[in-house]
């Protein structure tokens, strides 16, 4: 249920940001996921090795970058949106505004997810 959640969320999110020309943002924010799930990926490789010490340490790894991109620069980054970018929609562009309320919702929940699936490798 969480991967589709997690799935209708950043299909919108992909959209939403191409539409409100919002690249920037969804760029950063694409990065910072992917990053995580570089390790992430290579954990998972490892653990169906007979790697497992070395999957131990790219755990760790992960668990670290995981915390620092997902739980701490998205969570900012969903913040500043909040806080900053949902008032810059002025005459004539301020149709755009309902789009960019969305994506914050959608981000939010982007952050929820990631903290709830960072209680779950613990």
Known sequence: MEMMTHHIATSSLIFSMIFA?????????????DVSDISAAVTKYLGQTKYSNLAAITFIINM??????RNICLTYMVAK???????????????????????AFML???????????????
Do not use: D, R
């Open 21 to 33: 020309n919002q690249t920037s943002i969804g760029c950063i924010i694409a990065f910072l996921h």
């Open 64 to 69: 670290v970058i995981w915390a620092y991109t």
């Open 81 to 103: 949106i909040w806080t900053e970018q949902l008032g810059l929609y002025n005459a004539p562009f301020e149709g755009y505004w309902p789009i960019v309320a969305i994506s």
């Open 108 to 122: 939010t929940m982007l952050v929820f997810l990631s903290y709830y699936w960072y209680f779950l490798f613990f």
